[in-house]
């Protein structure tokens, strides 16, 4: 029986079929290894220090498919990474004229950070265009929704009214805050080239004159940044992409923990497009999309803390501390990628069920818009007579299971003033919508 592939997300749902499945997978970091490799040697027959024919030979022969990443993966614990026995088939497979120009000058960190800066570099593409599938849908639900009244909740209770527009202006900006976050540490990724203990003291050997503009060369080739020194143990590049990634999958678990709520069957105020089975009760209509994204946004703080953790790492190349980051960041990229497909899915197809959120409004008997009648009825009975008289029509309106409209429609003193407009949910919205619509300016 063939073994099964390590790399498949079966207990990862959140991620598994995802872009960013894909962008980090096995095979794709393996040729991020190898385009790594490949832009090395061009990059040094561009400035004179190997020959022409070893760059198109190496770069002919880096390509994934060529090798067995299995192999490679089993070889690893020999070095403890996978460029060592990396370099040697890519050795091999240059052959004997050209061999001697792989991997020349370089350390095996150079090619595994510029590696996983490009396979960030990827992911991070795909991520943001299914942040901006997120934003623009939360744009139309929010413009769509910009006077949909509904209960406001502080501490799980009913507050006062707000509107399903701002809630969506909301989540928009937390997802525009984590696309910009995201945007400016994408372009900031860079190479890393320092040789072996950071002084690019190999380089030198051979040729180079100016190994600035070498490392310059080698970061132009792969679209990556000119780092200003090697960053072996120097790890900001890390530790942006952990914070990043983490304020991204909570900005994503938070549009998840609100339709997780308002999804409730005793709530039922939205619903995911097409909820999920199950597999024992045909009636459920689960919010998996939902489930999916707050499950990567309880994982993200901790993947981000072991990177954090890695900024204290010894000496020009540590022991420990730079391999403890390889398995958390793939899996922070990998979640937060399968975290906004799955976002761009749930608020593209969100329902809003506006007649269950004005239905609400009377379950608390009226009593939602208490704060708006004290403040109102001050200057006509009184601060003291107002607070007494709401004081005691609240805990009648239970008692007598009438709404605080229809009590205050009985006190004499209030025969002048339209008790209708006053207890209406939905005229207590405060500056929702104009909230709504300066959000909404944000490109």
């Known amino acids: ?43 040094q027959a561009r400035l004179g220090l190997a020959p022409e024919g070893a760059a198109d030979r190496v770069t002919e022969a ?13 070889r690893a614990r020999g070095g403890g990474n996978p460029v060592i ?15 001697p120009y792989v991997h020349r000058g370089a350390t095996s960190q150079d090619i595994l950070d510029t590696a996983t800066m490009l396979v960030a570099a990827r992911t991070l593409d795909l991520l943001l265009a299914d942040l901006h599938r997120v934003q623009r849908a939360l744009a139309r639900l929010a413009s ?54 950071g002084t690019l003291a190999a380089f030198t050997v051979y040729g180079s004159e100016d190994t600035q503009a070498l490392t310059a060369a080698f970061a132009a080739e792969l679209g990556l940044r000119a780092p200003l020194l090697p960053w072996h143990t120097l790890r900001t590049p890390i530790a942006d992409l952990a914070g990043c990634l983490a304020f991204a999958a909570g900005a994503l678990g938070k549009i998840a923990a609100d339709v997780l709520v308002l999804g409730r069957t005793e709530i039922a105020e939205i619903a995911e497009g097409s909820g999920g089975g199950s597999s024992a009760m045909p009636h459920k209509a689960n919010p998996v999309r939902s489930t999916l994204i707050a499950a990567a946004a309880r994982r993200a703080p901790q993947l981000a803390a072991t990177l954090y953790g890695s900024l204290t790492a010894e000496d020009e190349r540590p022991a420990g501390a730079w391999h403890a980051e390889w398995e958390p960041l793939r899996d922070l990229l990998r979640l937060v990628g399968g975290a906004a497909r799955d976002a761009a899915e749930l608020t ?14 009377d379950l608390t008997h009226g009593l939602i818009v208490s704060e708006r009648l004290s403040a109102e009825l001050a200057p006509v009975l009184g601060r003291a007579r ?5 004081t005691d029509l609240a805990k009648r309106t239970y008692a007598e299971d009438l709404s605080l409209g229809e009590l205050l429609a009985r006190e004499p003193e209030l025969k002048n003033i339209d008790i209708g407009s006053l207890t209406d949910p939905a005229r207590y919205t405060g500056s929702a919508g104009a909230l709504t619509d300066r959000a909404l300016e944000r490109p």
């Open 85 to 99: 026995p990396l370099v040697a088939d890519l050795t091999e497979a240059v052959g004997e004229v050209y061999g």
């Open 1 to 43: 029986m063939t073994s099964p592939d390590p790399d498949t997300g079966l207990l990862a749902p959140g991620w598994a079929g995802s872009p960013a499945a894909s962008a980090t997978a096995d095979g794709a970091y393996l040729q991020a290894l190898l385009d790594a490799e490949a832009a090395l040697t061009r990059v």
């Open 348 to 361: 593209g197809g969100l329902r809003v069920h506006a007649d269950t959120m004005r239905e609400h409004f």
């Open 386 to 390: 107002a607070k007494a008289l709401l």
């Open 62 to 74: 880096a390509r994934a498919d060529r090798f067995d990443v299995r192999s490679l993966a089993e």
């Open 144 to 197: 769509e929704h910009r006077d949909t009244a509904m209960p406001g909740r502080t501490l799980t209770q009913h507050a006062v009214p707000t509107t399903f527009g701002l809630k969506a202006a909301g989540w928009r900006a937390l997802v525009l805050d984590a696309r910009d976050r995201l945007a400016a540490v994408r372009d900031s990724l860079p190479a890393q080239l320092g040789g072996a203990a």
